[in-house]
């Protein structure tokens, strides 16, 4: 054990030296480690470049007070250590006139034993690679589908700068020169639901996608699939990045976020993962894209499933995913505003089934890569962009792990609209709904979590029930707006 830790620290070292000779030939004076916290917020901290060396990457840098993150410790065990991971090395376009920043991201350290932290969403995320791997898939491959609004400006009522109106009022006013209630300053408007791929000038973002996507491809390493305006009004958009195993993803999807935010700002304008913005119109979610390999084997392809090529480890897959999915929504739909996205109507999948191109199933197996095993995969449809990516795909694996573990088997599929079907149909059928609310949802997860603890750990959960319990209430305390459209005259 102490040569294969020995053998990991040399490692570590001299991924270290290949990225600090870089950092010294662009002469970055800035580095930028990264860390994510529990609720999936990017934090980072800046140090001068000449203060790391090889050791840096091996012991890590005593930089983080844990008690001042949300979800983190105590402060009398508030010491710990951000350990940057040399294969994270990106540059920060911006910010040049400063002396240029490199940027890796960091793992969470103890401070006093050097142990991993296990509140660290990307540890979480690392312990589900080995846990995958111990079960007999040494890789999984992730493509998570990356949804946001970009507003041109978003007013607040309370402000942040008048007391009064926390007890005063309440609302809120979004501007987007798309959008049907407002003048388009010489753009076109897109009505409601009818934005999906529309060209200039109705589609008024398409060059602020294009520089987001190239600072991703040309700073940030990764390979870019596909851009495009989506269903919403009020620039709804995607952008599509190449799929990756858990980890890297993850760490994909976390930059992806922090490009479309600052890019946004330097526009002068707002970019926002919140699930459900605009009332009548689509939600933005996070499609996950998934599959498990052993070897340069797909695991869930198999050419004799005359259905949908499916194998019989990717049925039992699906089986777990559909058997946890109440519980996976405190997880995969983590704040209040993501059960506003998750009504009938909006192309967000309320109900628990699987199928086959079918999009209004939580799970569909996509079938236009027929015949070609590296593309069989399972396409979770119910999570949202505010989710804490991390902790998303490891629960999804998990999930998707007890159901081979246990052969379950999912129920028929689907292969129709189903919120066409009557209630009755659907009872026949046995499709159950998703939670409609995040006070519903943790209580599925309280009474259905043992799938995770060996990964999350009672410490974790424990937390995020506690977390997201003050949410809700907080949430349920104060009168809403369209209250006093209904009830002032009562």
């Given at each position: 054990?102490?040569?294969?830790?020995?053998?990991?620290?040399?490692?570590?070292?001299?991924?270290?030296?290949?990225?600090?000779?870089?950092?010294?030939?662009?002469?970055?004076?800035w580095v930028e480690l990264f860390y994510t916290d529990l609720l999936g917020g990017y934090n980072h901290i800046h140090v001068p470049s000449d203060t790391l060396d090889e050791e840096s990457f091996v012991s890590g840098l005593p930089k983080l007070d844990g008690s001042s993150v949300r979800g983190f410790r105590e402060i009398y065990e508030?010491?710990?250590?951000?350990?940057?991971?040399?294969?994270?090395?990106?540059?920060?376009?911006?910010?040049?006139?400063?002396?240029?920043?490199?940027?890796?991201?960091?793992?969470?350290?103890?401070?006093?034993?050097?142990?991993?932290?296990?509140?660290?969403?990307?540890?979480?995320?690392?312990?589900?690679?080995?846990?995958?791997?111990?079960?007999?898939?040494?890789?999984?491959?992730?493509?998570?589908?990356?949804?946001?609004?970009?507003?041109?400006?978003?007013?607040?009522?309370?402000?942040?700068?008048?007391?009064?109106?926390?007890?005063?009022?309440?609302?809120?006013?979004?501007?987007?020169?798309?959008?049907?209630?407002?003048?388009?300053?010489?753009?076109?408007?897109?009505?409601?639901?009818?934005?999906?791929?529309?060209?200039?000038?109705?589609?008024?973002?398409?060059?602020?996608?294009?520089?987001?996507?190239?600072?991703?491809?040309?700073?940030?390493?990764?390979?870019?699939?596909?851009?495009?305006?989506?269903?919403?009004?009020?620039?709804?958009?995607?952008?599509?990045?190449?799929?990756?195993?858990?980890?890297?993803?993850?760490?994909?999807?976390?930059?992806?976020?922090?490009?479309?935010?600052?890019?946004?700002?330097?526009?002068?304008?707002?970019?926002?993962?919140?699930?459900?913005?605009?009332?009548?119109?689509?939600?933005i979610g996070m499609h996950m894209n998934q599959s498990l390999w052993t070897g340069d084997k797909n695991a869930f392809f198999d050419a004799n499933d005359s259905w949908a090529e499916v194998s019989e480890t990717c049925r039992h897959y699906v089986g777990g995913l559909l058997a946890h999915s109440r519980a996976l929504c405190a997880i995969?739909?983590?704040?209040?505003?993501?059960?506003?996205?998750?009504?009938?109507?909006?192309?967000?999948?309320?109900?628990?089934?699987?199928?086959?191109?079918?999009?209004?199933?939580?799970?569909?197996?996509?079938?236009?890569?027929?015949?070609?095993?590296?593309?069989?995969?399972?396409?979770?449809?119910?999570?949202?962009?505010?989710?804490?990516?991390?902790?998303?795909?490891?629960?999804?694996?998990?999930?998707?792990?007890?159901?081979?573990?246990?052969?379950?088997?999912?129920?028929?599929?689907?292969?129709?609209?189903?919120?066409?079907?009557?209630?009755?149909?659907?009872?026949?059928?046995?499709?159950?709904?998703?939670?409609?609310?995040?006070?519903?949802?943790?209580?599925?997860?309280?009474?259905?979590?043992?799938?995770?603890?060996?990964?999350?750990?009672?410490?974790?959960?424990?937390?995020?029930?506690?977390?997201?319990?003050?949410?809700?209430?907080?949430?349920?305390?104060?009168?809403?707006?369209?209250?006093?459209?209904?009830?002032?005259?009562?």
């Open positions: 054990m102490q040569a294969a830790a020995s053998s990991g620290s040399n490692e570590r070292a001299s991924q270290g030296a290949k990225v600090l000779e870089r950092i010294r030939e662009q002469k970055l004076r508030s010491d710990m250590i951000l350990l940057p991971d040399a294969s994270t090395f990106a540059t920060i376009p911006w910010g040049a006139e400063h002396g240029g920043t490199a940027r890796f991201i960091a793992d969470i350290l103890v401070g006093a034993t050097k142990e991993p932290y296990s509140h660290d969403p990307r540890g979480i995320a690392r312990r589900t690679v080995k846990v995958l791997a111990d079960a007999g898939y040494d890789r999984s491959y992730w493509g998570p589908e990356v949804e946001f609004f970009v507003f041109d400006s978003v007013k607040l009522i309370p402000s942040a700068n008048a007391v009064r109106d926390a007890w005063g009022g309440a609302g809120y006013l979004i501007d987007s020169a798309e959008s049907p209630w407002q003048a388009s300053d010489g753009h076109g408007s897109i009505r409601f639901k009818e934005g999906y791929h529309r060209s200039a000038p109705y589609d008024a973002l398409e060059g602020m996608r294009s520089e987001m996507c190239n600072i991703l491809a040309d700073n940030f390493h990764m390979t870019m699939d596909a851009h495009h305006h989506e269903v919403a009004t009020a620039g709804q958009a995607e952008i599509n990045i190449r799929f990756d195993e858990l980890v890297p993803a993850a760490d994909h999807v976390q930059d992806v976020h922090y490009v479309i935010k600052n890019v946004a700002a330097h526009h002068g304008k707002i970019a926002s993962f919140m699930p459900k913005p605009v009332f009548g119109d689509n939600g995969t739909n983590p704040i209040t505003n993501s059960y506003r996205r998750l009504v009938p109507g909006y192309e967000a999948p309320v109900f628990i089934a699987w199928s086959r191109s079918n999009r209004s199933a939580n799970v569909r197996i996509p079938f236009y890569h027929k015949g070609r095993p590296g593309a069989k995969r399972v396409e979770y449809r119910t999570p949202d962009s505010a989710a804490n990516i991390y902790l998303t795909e490891a629960a999804l694996s998990l999930a998707g792990l007890d159901g081979i573990k246990r052969k379950i088997e999912p129920p028929p599929p689907v292969d129709q609209d189903i919120y066409k079907l009557t209630p009755a149909r659907r009872r026949e059928l046995g499709i159950k709904e998703l939670p409609g609310s995040l006070g519903e949802a943790l209580e599925c997860l309280s009474s259905d979590d043992a799938f995770l603890k060996p990964v999350f750990g009672s410490s974790v959960l424990d937390i995020w029930h506690e977390l997201k319990r003050e949410e809700q209430l907080q949430l349920n305390l104060r009168p809403h707006p369209y209250e006093f459209y209904r009830y002032l005259d009562v």
